[in-house]
């Protein structure tokens, strides 16, 4: 089946997810194997029900008509009772297991692929939204749990079912096995195939949709001022309304469509059903198959309906998982050469330059640097100033490594960056940004992000650095307490200075600093300014601030250099 825009093969879209299924093979067949045995259960419940109902009916007859009869109620008895027993037990099994797996799966997924976005440089991340990489990490992720789920295993499992069931009716039958082979075959096929590709391009349309939709929604909310300022606010929802409209009408196609399906699988069961029990009749007039044994064929092909009734749906929505497998497809597509290929630093302080290099941002429509040159020896202290947008941090993210220069060079110690091992230039550059990025976790948890190995000790240590101890040890939990989502239970003070903190834990060659004392008040921005002075000796230093001159001013700048508009206004 081959994508009509792209080419694509669902084989090449796919083969990736199912490498990494194959990874947990012994997991998903012994899951696979659950789900057969909560379906054998089910099909010989009701099998074996039919034809001790129908056994012991013909016996009562058989005796109130004066004749000689015998039925073993025990042995059919305990059969029953252990069909289901069985379905319940394995079906609660096969449920919990495979949910298991799964989730470890996508845990897995969600490890790597967090991996591949914290590797994309500045340039790749401004091409989406926050929120639209964020889409990438949980949803199209929670997306592909169908694969296994409702797309593999379960079309495999109902295909040996119908075999095993041909089979098993041909020991009396031939022909009724047969029907059973051919009709719910033909009907499976067109389930998987002919119900995938009904639902195919709607369902692959719904995923981008569906995220347009989120993302226009979040920019309403965010620029509801503006846009009601502005008079746009009324074209704005007429475009949310026209892009809900046509969701909503895919959403209805989608369900017409696997509604056809479920019909198509009571229509393939009930003439596979009407078929055996014609050929089981005809056996049964040639005196060949007693009556019970009918029943019991009969009831088997009806029992089949539980093999098939979920197919439908997941295979009409089969587009939505290819359109998730394609995204993230892309995403993996998109990361970073080896990390461990490059070049080191050279050991003690780096010198660092910048020669003629422009910035241009995809879409800009003015770079963010314009020949830009300038140069610091090892061990020395820069500081860049300039307004909000002058590109200070566009200079920050070069020396980083975070960004590549559209033109000109940016050299470390002697080399160019681009020439740099990502992982071990990370080792030795350390950057505290404007935005402080705190997880949901622990105060000690979010420290040991830059130093994983990190004592108790000096986590104490790094605190009492940014004067935060005393207020930590005086916290119920102490390092254990949470900081909540992005920090919020920690003002905006406490948030810059954990995150100077964690900057400390590490023992970086070369230190940019963006607005450190931002957030704190003259006394403790001046108290942690004698210690910074201190700590960054021996280190080369850029700090990034809107101008020189006031009470926060950082320590020991032996250089200044401004930006204006992405251009250099004077370097001293």
């Known amino acids: 089946m081959t994508d009509p825009r792209r080419g694509d093969t669902l084989r090449t879209t796919f083969a990736p997810w199912l490498r990494l299924l194959d990874r947990r093979r012994g ?11 909560t379906l054998l259960s089910a099909v010989g419940l009701l099998a074996l029900s039919g034809w001790f109902i129908t056994a012991s009916a013909l016996a009562g007859l058989a005796m109130v008509a004066g004749l000689a009869a015998s039925l073993d109620v025990y042995v059919p008895g305990g059969g029953i009772r252990a069909f289901a027993v069985t379905r319940t037990v394995s079906r609660y099994l ?24 914290a590797a994309l440089d500045d340039r790749a991340l401004s091409r989406r939204r926050a929120s639209d990489w964020l889409h990438r990490l949980t949803a199209d992720i929670d997306t592909l749990d169908g694969l296994y789920l409702r797309l593999l295993a379960p079309p ?44 195919m391009a709607t369902s692959h349309r719904q995923v981008a949709d569906l995220e347009r939709l989120r993302g226009r929604l979040i920019e309403q909310l965010q620029g509801l001022a503006e846009l009601e300022a502005y008079g746009s606010l009324a074209e704005h929802r007429r475009r ?19 509604a056809l399906g479920n019909a198509l699988v ?19 007039d040639a005196g060949t198959l007693p009556g019970p044994l009918v029943v019991m064929m009969v009831l088997a092909v009806l029992a089949m309906n539980e093999a098939l009734a979920g197919l439908p749906l997941a295979f009409t929505r089969l587009g939505a998982t290819r359109a998730a ?17 490059g070049e080191g630093l050279p050991p003690g302080p780096p010198a660092l330059s910048l020669e003629g290099v422009t910035l241009h941002y995809p879409g800009a429509l003015v770079p963010a640097l314009d020949d830009v040159s300038f140069s610091l020896a090892p061990g020395e202290r820069l500081a860049i100033t300039g307004g909000s947008g002058a590109g200070k941090s566009s200079v920050a993210a070069l020396l980083a490594g975070r960004l590549g220069a559209t033109e000109g060079r940016v050299r470390l110690g002697g080399l160019e960056v681009g020439r740099l091992s990502p992982s071990r230039l990370a080792e030795r550059v350390a950057m505290l940004t404007q935005r402080v990025d705190l997880f949901d976790d622990s105060l000690a948890a979010n420290l040991r992000i830059a130093d994983p190995a990190a004592s108790v000790a000096d986590l104490w240590r790094a605190l009492a650095a940014v004067e935060l101890a005393d207020w930590a040890e005086a916290l119920p939990r102490g390092l254990e307490t949470r900081v909540g989502e992005g920090g919020r239970r920690l003002s905006g003070g406490q948030a810059r200075r954990l995150a100077l903190a964690r900057l400390v834990l590490r023992d970086p060659v070369l230190v940019i600093l963006d607005e450190p004392f931002a957030g704190l008040d003259a006394g403790t921005a001046s108290r942690i300014a004698r210690w910074l002075d201190e700590w960054l000796a021996g280190r080369t230093v850029v700090y990034l601030v809107h101008q020189l001159g006031g009470e926060a001013d950082p320590p020991g700048v032996q250089h200044t250099l401004q930006l204006v508009d992405g251009r250099l206004n004077g370097y001293t």
């Open 325 to 341: 497998a394609e995204r993230l497809n892309a995403l993996e597509a998109a990361r970073p050469p080896d990390v461990e290929a």
């Open 266 to 284: 009571g229509v393939a069961v009930g003439v596979t059903l009407a078929a055996v029990l014609w050929l089981a009749a005809l056996a049964h």
């Open 94 to 117: 096969e449920r919990l297991y495979n949910h298991d797996t799964v989730l470890r799966l996508l845990a897995d997924l969600r490890g790597r692929l967090f991996g591949v976005l």
């Open 27 to 37: 997991r998903l067949v012994a899951g696979a194997a659950l789900m057969a045995l």
């Open 240 to 258: 949310l309304d026209t892009l809900e409209a046509r969701i909503e009408a895919d959403q209805r196609r989608l369900g017409q469509r696997a």
């Open 156 to 199: 495999a499992v109902a295909a040996l079912a119908l075999l095993g069931l041909g089979g098993f009716l041909a020991l009396w039958s031939p022909a009724a096995g047969a029907a059973v082979v051919v009709l719910l075959g033909l009907a499976l096929a067109w389930i998987t195939l002919g119900q995938a590709r009904l639902g």
